[in-house]
């Protein structure tokens, strides 16, 4: 009995430390988001500043973009599948939809990398004008997010993979969840603010 | 070969001036003196295990402490030499023969003495201070055993060490500071017209400290809104809880700015982007909006934990609950909020339209309400009050005095046209020093004084500590009133010599006489902690925690308390929990099994190879910058992927902890043969130190080290 009472209080314990580190995980997000926020602020700001030089419709492929939206967006959908699964401790399932969701973004971080490769190739580096600068940096940093994002993913599966699937780590992949799904929102308004936006 | 492993770093890098000689000798001596004394006393293995590894927030509270009081000082001998400066700046002063000099400093080295004294102030002492008290006390107010995030917490002090170092880094390479103000405003503060390292000093050293600003604020938070004891509402919390959960809200909203401003600056400076430069379609202003959006509500999160920290004093020594506890809350919260829509009085010459101005004209002049609120709530408290004026009454009748002083300033500063008029004048420097000084230090040495039994078990020395007080109130007016007449005279801030024919320097003399008056308040709260604790048997706090009759849970633990703060949580039926719980009559303590955090060096770790990204980048060095973010993410795989990061101490355990604390504890309270004895003077005092040391010499009782 007092066994049984000392196990109860210790899953309180961690259900506790869960919620916690979620709610903080939540705030962490936001400050994030206002990180962006500043950025965009800054891009709308400076878009304008060509200097002369080509603007963001002479410069993008709305095509190259769209596809982007379309990998984010589906991936978004897998790591959703993968949550689903971790909830069910159902960790093969796991792992194909986090690999999924990891090719996904190395499809995506791919595409991006060749954009800014042309560019910089065609000699529009981010030191040629204020628009330049803004746009890489702006877009550039969600990259880095994403290249965070699969680090993350990554060695997070690494240790499913050596030490199965227990409430510690699910807690973790559920941050990581959040944590893409928030990076495909951002993307959503880099997609209309920097992209959409230069061709209206 | 050579520009790749070192980057920019040459042998010009090394100090080869008076005054970073002067500084890296001083930092130097000092680090070997703590070195040796801890090598000799055989404390190494002491030091790291329980105090730089702990991740009790006790612990790291009174590091902040120590490093804020560092600080302080360090950025109080910069207050003096700016007074010295000015007070000697005055040229062709009649009688002395030919142009008279132009002080003692050279104007550039003015400007970085400027610049330091305001960055150290802000980051390094007072954040540094606020930090520590929410640290310590929140916890134990609201019933918890720790926070929310302990590696967080340790992460975020010791990457704010980090900062500590790196604003300091300079005396010992590159040799110069930033020479542009403390918010290095664009575009002075790029390559173009700050090329030296000085810039990215400060760019580093408020961005490693930054994030680790950012980080304990998330921690505090979730600490705040989730751990409560039970029965803790958010409308029964006591207002030092509250006033640090509004600060703490307002530093997640406006750090991420800071950050991504200091990138941008970086990326400028070393990536060659166009934000904020004149070439390249930049945009200036842009950058004085985005610092401003930081930098405003940063005071505010500086003084809410200050304002919490006067309603808890009120209260307790006014002996009567809180006048109109939820106006209070409201009252911070108001400024909390409104706090955030200000920005723009800092440059409202920047020409933006007239409609602009006013609107944030009048939310300046708004946000005075809810402060008068706060400010009307305490004085109302002290209505019919038994007040007991012992020093932490004191500090808060100081503060009311020279803050209302420095709010009324801000609200004339809020005005345009005024301010228009006022705009870069030493005027500006004095209201805000009012707030700050009057607001935030005075609500620190508050804090420190009502909460230093809590913290060692002793209560700080009365009679020295009033001295303390006094040297400060009128050290402060001597220096600051001037001030304000200077500003409408028409001195410029930042000022390093004027001619005498404007008849300024009998009050800069003035201004500078206050300083010295300050400094020595400063020395006699130095003062004030060392004869405590000599005569620490005397003023050891005898009722076991609760020296002041106390009204909120962090006085019903012990002093210093456990390491697990409670050996149960203890139940919140109302406001004033302890105090409900002393008059309902005290329960036997019950024990219970406690989940401890280990000790962890993640946080130290990170923080060093923080430092060392700053560092490679101050001086350009790829490989390095690069070394330190892998370490970064080795240090968080390693720690975050650590499933063994607690430990549980049975009830068995803490019965027999508490047992030994009382047996320890005991002879302590019974020891009154000295309690005939009279406090400590400073006379006293320097007799004592005298003899002290006269002993060691005699004796040679140094061989004993």
Known sequence: ?200 | MKEILIGKLSKQALPHEWFTIGGSVAFLALALLIIIVITRKKRWKWLWNDWLTSVDPKKIGIMYFIVGGFMLIRGGLDAIMIWLQQALGASNVPGLTGEAAHGYLSADHFQQIFTAHGNIMVFFVAMAFVFGLINYIVPLQIGARDLASPFMNTLGFWLFVGGVLMVNMFFLLGGEYAATGWLAVAPLSEKAFSPGVGVDYWIWSLQISGIGTTLGAINFIMTILKMRAPGMTLLKMPLFTWGSLCSMLMAVTIFPLLTATLFLLFFDRYLGTHFFTIMGGGNQMMYTNLIWMWGHPEVYVLILPAFGVFSEVVSVFSRKAIASYKSAVLGMIGVSSLALSVWLHHFFTMGASANVNAFFGLMTMLIAIPTSVLVFNWIATMYKGRIRFDTPMLWFLGFVAVFAMGGISGVMLAVPPIDFQLHNSLFLVAHFHSTVIGGVLFGIFCALAYWFPKLTGIKLNERIGRKAFWFWIVGFCMSFIPMYLLGLMGATRRLDHYDSSTGWQPLFILMFIGGLVIATGAVLQLAQILASFIQKKKLYDRTGGDPWDGRSLEWSTASPPQFYNFTSIPIVTSRDAYLQMKLKGLTKPKFEDIHVPKNTAAGIYISIFGFLIGFAFVWEIVWLAVASVIGIIVVFIVRGFDEHSEYTISSHEVQNLEQERTKKDMPLFSKNNNDTDEEMGVWDLTKYLAFFFSDIIRKKLWHKW
Do not use: C
């Open chain 1, 1 to 200: 009995m007092v066994e049984n009472n000392k196990n109860n209080l210790h899953i309180d314990h961690e259900a506790a430390a869960t919620d916690r580190a979620m709610f903080g995980f939540w705030i962490y997000l936001m400050t994030d988001l206002l990180m962006f926020a500043v950025l965009f602020a800054v891009y709308s700001v400076l878009f304008k500043s060509t200097q002369g030089g080509p603007g963001g419709s002479e410069l993008f492929s709305l095509r190259l973009a769209l596809t982007e939206t379309l990998i984010l967006l589906t991936s978004s959908f897998t790591v959703g599948l993968a949550m689903i699964a971790a909830r069910r401790f159902n960790k093969s399932q796991v792992l194909f939809w986090f690999g999924v969701t990891f090719a996904l973004g190395v499809a995506f971080l791919s595409i991006e990398l060749k954009e800014f490769a042309e560019l910089i190739h065609e000699g529009h580096t981010l030191k040629i004008n204020a628009f330049l600068s803004s746009f890489f940096i702006l877009v550039g940093t969600h990259g880095l997010h994403i290249t965070f994002g699969l680090l993350w993913m990554s060695t997070t599966l690494a240790y499913v993979i050596k030490r199965g699937l227990n409430s510690q780590l699910v807690r973790k992949l559920a941050m990581l969840s959040l944590f893409w799904h928030f990076l495909d929102i951002v993307w959503i308004f880099i997609f209309t603010i920097v992209y959409l936006k230069a061709f209206v």
